[in-house]
C-alpha cells in the first residue's frame, strides 16, 4: 500500500484525467486525444493541484496589486499575502525567518544570483570553487562561467561507478584555496542523494560556503537547512505542485546582510539620490521590480498542500515508485540504469534501452501516453562521462502510482518490439 491515500490526491489534479495523441497545435485536450495520460516527467515540472490554481485565480479574481507601495486596501492585501509566502516558505525548509527567503524566478536565477552578486565580487584567481561531476547545467555552466571572469579554478568531486560521490576525492578537492562547495542534493540524472551534511562541514572547515542545488530534493524529501548547515540553498516552485515562475533563494541572513544586490531597480531601494543609493532590508534587497505576486503567493498555497501530505510520506512514496520502477526495469537485459540501486536514490530512474535511441524510445511510448523525458537532462558533461549522449529518464511524484510504471513497461517492450 502506498503511504497515503494516491487517488485521493489525483482527484485534485484534473490534468490527470486528459488523454493524449491528437494535435499539439492547439493546447488542451481535443477531439482526437484518446490515449489516457500517463505523466513521468515530474522532475521537469510537476502538475499543479485545485487548492493552487484556485490561488492564483483567487488573487486575480479578488486583490490583484502591486506590492510593497501602496496604501490602498487591494496592495495591502497582496503585500500581506506575498510577505508571508516567504514565511510559509521559510518554515518548510528551517530557515529562521522571511529575511532568509528571496523568491527568484527558478533555481537557476537562485544560482545565478549567488554567482553574480557574491561570486563575482569575492573570488580570485587563488581561489576556487568545487561542485560535482553529476551537477545540474545551473550550477555547473553558471561557476564555470564566473570562475572564467574571476580566475578562479574549478574543480569536481568524481561520481564513482555506482553513481556515489567519492567522498575521499571530496576531501582531497576542497582545501583553504576553496571559496565555494556547490552541489545538488539530489540528482536529477541518476537520482543519487549527496551527503550534503557532511560536505558543509568539509566546506566550512576550509572557510568555505556550500550552495546546495535543491531543485529535485526540497520537493520529494524533508529539508532543514539548519541542520544541513546550508550557507545556500535553491529550488523552484514547478517541481512542487507550484506555478511556473517562482523560486527560492535560501542564504543566511548574515552572508546575504554582507552581500551586494544583483539586480537594480525600484523595490529593493531604500534612499535613493542622484549621486548613490541605499538598499531595502532582506529579503526585499535581492527581489527588484514588480515580482511574481501571484506565483509567491501560490507557492505558498503548494507548500501547504505539500505539507498538509507530509514531506515524510511524500519522500516515502518516491522511494516506493522509483524502487519499483528500478527492478521493473532490471527485468531487461538490454537495459542500462543509471546511478544507485533503487532502495537508495531519489524518486526517479534514468535509463537506456540498447537498441533504441533515447529520444526514438520517448517518443514511442508517447504514443502509448506515457510521458517521459529523453536528451542530457542538463547534464551534459556527466552523460559524457557515462559513455551515452543521452537517457531516457522517468521521474514520480505524489500522485504516482505502480499501474503506471507498469505503463512504462509495457510501453518499453513495444518499443522494444519495434526495433527488434
Ligand atoms: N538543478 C536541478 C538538480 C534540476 O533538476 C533542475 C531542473 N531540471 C534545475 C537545477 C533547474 O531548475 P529550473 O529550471 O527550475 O531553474
Known amino acids: 500500500s502506498y503511504p497515503f491515500d494516491v487517488e485521493a490526491i489525483r482527484a485534485d489534479f484534473p490534468i490527470l484525467d486528459r488523454k493524449v495523441g491528437g494535435d499539439v497545435e492547439t493546447p488542451g485536450e481535443g477531439p482526437e486525444d484518446d490515449t489516457p495520460l500517463c505523466y ?100 555547473l555552466v553558471t561557476w564555470q562561467q564566473i570562475a572564467k571572469k574571476t580566475g578562479a579554478e574549478v574543480r569536481y568531486i568524481r561520481v564513482d561507478e555506482q553513481g556515489y560521490l567519492d567522498m575521499d576525492h571530496a576531501a582531497e578537492l576542497i582545501d583553504d584555496s576553496t571559496a565555494m562547495v556547490s552541489v545538488v542534493h539530489v540528482s536529477n540524472t541518476l537520482g543519487t542523494v549527496t551527503p550534503v551534511a557532511e560536505l558543509a562541514d568539509m566546506a566550512h572547515d576550509h572557510g ?77 534587497k535581492f527581489e527588484a521590480g514588480t515580482p511574481s505576486i501571484a506565483q509567491g503567493i501560490a507557492f505558498a498555497a503548494a507548500v501547504d498542500y505539500l505539507e498538509d501530505i507530509g514531506m515524510d510520506a511524500v519522500q516515502a512514496h518516491e522511494e516506493l515508485l522509483a524502487e519499483y520502477a528500478y527492478d521493473r526495469l532490471a527485468e531487461f537485459d538490454d537495459v542500462t540504469v543509471y546511478g544507485p540501486p533503487g532502495d537508495d536514490r531519489g524518486g ?11 529520444h526514438d524510445l520517448s517518443s514511442i511510448v508517447n504514443e502509448y501516453g506515457v510521458a517521459i523525458r529523453a536528451g542530457d537532462h542538463c547534464t551534459q558533461p556527466l552523460h559524457d562521462k557515462l559513455g551515452a549522449a543521452a537517457s531516457a529518464r522517468a521521474s514520480f511524484y505524489i500522485y504516482n502510482t505502480r499501474e503506471e510504471v507498469d505503463r512504462l513497461i509495457d510501453a518499453l517492450e513495444g518499443a522494444r518490439d519495434l526495433f527488434a
Open 40 to 139: 513521468l516527467d515530474n522532475a521537469a515540472t510537476s502538475h499543479t493541484p485545485e487548492q493552487v490554481v484556485e490561488t492564483i485565480s483567487d488573487y486575480y479574481r479578488g486583490y490583484n496589486a502591486n506590492v510593497h507601495r501602496g496604501i490602498h486596501q487591494l496592495s495591502q492585501e497582496a503585500s500581506v499575502a506575498y510577505e508571508k509566502a516567504h514565511d510559509t516558505v521559510a518554515d518548510f525548509i528551517g530557515a529562521s525567518g522571511r529575511e532568509e527567503i528571496v523568491f527568484t524566478k527558478n533555481t537557476t536565477e537562485s544560482e545565478n544570483l549567488v554567482a553574480y552578486a557574491w561570486g563575482l565580487n569575492e573570488l580570485g584567481p587563488d581561489d576556487s570553487v568545487v561542485m560535482t561531476e553529476m551537477e545540474h547545467h545551473a550550477s
Open 348 to 358: 526517479l530512474v534514468a535509463f537506456n534501452l540498447d537498441s533504441v535511441h533515447a
Open 208 to 284: 568555505a560556503y556550500i550552495f546546495v542545488d535543491g531543485a529535485q530534493s526540497a520537493p520529494t524529501r524533508p529539508v532543514d537547512v539548519q541542520e544541513m548547515d546550508a550557507d545556500f540553498f535553491a529550488f523552484s516552485g514547478h517541481k512542487m505542485c507550484g506555478p511556473t515562475g517562482i523560486g527560492t533563494l535560501y542564504g543566511k541572513e548574515a552572508i546575504l546582510e554582507e552581500m551586494s544586490p544583483y539586480l537594480y531597480g525600484g523595490d529593493m531601494i531604500r534612499r535613493v539620490t542622484y549621486d548613490d543609493s541605499t538598499w531595502e532590508d532582506l529579503p526585499w
